[in-house]
């Protein structure tokens, strides 16, 4: 089954390929995705040696069977493929029984009230941020809001003053960064939670009501029964995690909002008129371009697809980007439409490991979104001087600049 948009592609002669490095798919890898949908549903690259799902009901098989597909090899290829030591703490690589702790220690301390108790700040965060444009005629999504506003709020849940913040985002983002084309540095630098090791000595010392100072204290019964508290070094693991996974993936949630809102002005105009469709309409940027296009596993013994068996210890790929586009679940997926009938999207995973720091991220997404509109009801992007960023594992901009009615 091939549509009218695959005959028309380039992407659509020859033999499915898809490489996730290539900067040809990176730019628009729905092309690609949906042929891996129709006619590979079980990808192999033989140049980097894994196996990719893009059906949407393939997707939640490899992400919530923990028993077949493991977490603790890495979660993206390089590291899959490295056997790069994982810290313990950077729980989003671990598997059961100590990923259940990790991960029930992070949700107790993580609470619903500790996100809403953010919302104020936020809100007031976006106005420092954007009042100053108002009246310049333009502005950028990423360098005034996208790359800014995630950092500072995991730096509020944590407790962290701004001075600090900067430098440890920095730190990250050299980590994170490819080169365009090749694939991620697998030495494992990226899980070091040392930038933040002087914060968290501070806080030692000067406890008050947030995440670090709970993180610090609390205490979990391991398999054998036994108390116990997380060590210093995977105090700093968590917090090396929860930057890892909440900034840059936030940032790319703004880009989208800024660029698919510019193309779809009717809908903007809607959300504009009804806010009580900004909700649904995050959901749609969501699942429309998942800011991390791929979630990793290591197949644990011998798997079968679609008649393929993937042999055990192979990475494996749940392409939830193409998974989100699904026409088996999303009735004209391709179609970017916030007034579509619900149906649960896969970009902040599925399952034991499915996103943790979703209720936040879709806060500030939300209030991004309204304080943007208060100021700009209207915006075009100038695309011809956006930037996609080029890592492998998140796809967003790096830069989206807009004009606005002066
Ligand atoms: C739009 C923004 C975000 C996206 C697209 C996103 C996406 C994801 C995905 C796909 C996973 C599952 C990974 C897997 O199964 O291996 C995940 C896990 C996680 N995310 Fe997010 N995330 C976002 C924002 C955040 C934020 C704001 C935080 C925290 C402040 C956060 C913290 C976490 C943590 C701690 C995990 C690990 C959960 C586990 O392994 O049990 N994320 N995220």
Redesign the pocket.
Known sequence: MMDVAVKENPAATGPVHWDPYNQRYFKNPYPVFQRMREEAPIYYNDEFDFYAVSRYDDCVRV?GDREDFI?SKG?VIEHMRSGVPIPSGM????DAPL?TF??GL?TRV?TPRRVRMLEKEIREFCARALDPLVGTGHFDFIEHLGSEM?MR??GM?LGMPEEDLKEAQRRVDDNMRTIPGQPLQSSGKGFSGEAYSEYVDWRLKHPSDDLISDLLTAEYKDETGELKKLSRDEVLTFIS??FG???E??N??IGWTGKLLAEHPDQRRQINEDRSLIPQAIEEI?RYE???PY???TAARDVEFHGVTVPAGMPVLAV?AAGNRDERKFANGEAFDIHRKREAH?????????????P??RI??RIALEELLNRFPEWEVDMANAKMSSTSTVRGWESLPAFVPA
């Open positions: 992400l977490s979660g729980f989003i690589y671990e990923h990790h991960r992070l993580f995630p709020v995991i849940l995690l929860i996974a909440g900034n993936t936030t790319r949630l969501l998942s800011p991390g979630v990793g596993r939830v896969l970009t902040f995973g599925f399952g034991f490991h499915a996103c943790l720091g979703n936040l991220a500030e997404g």
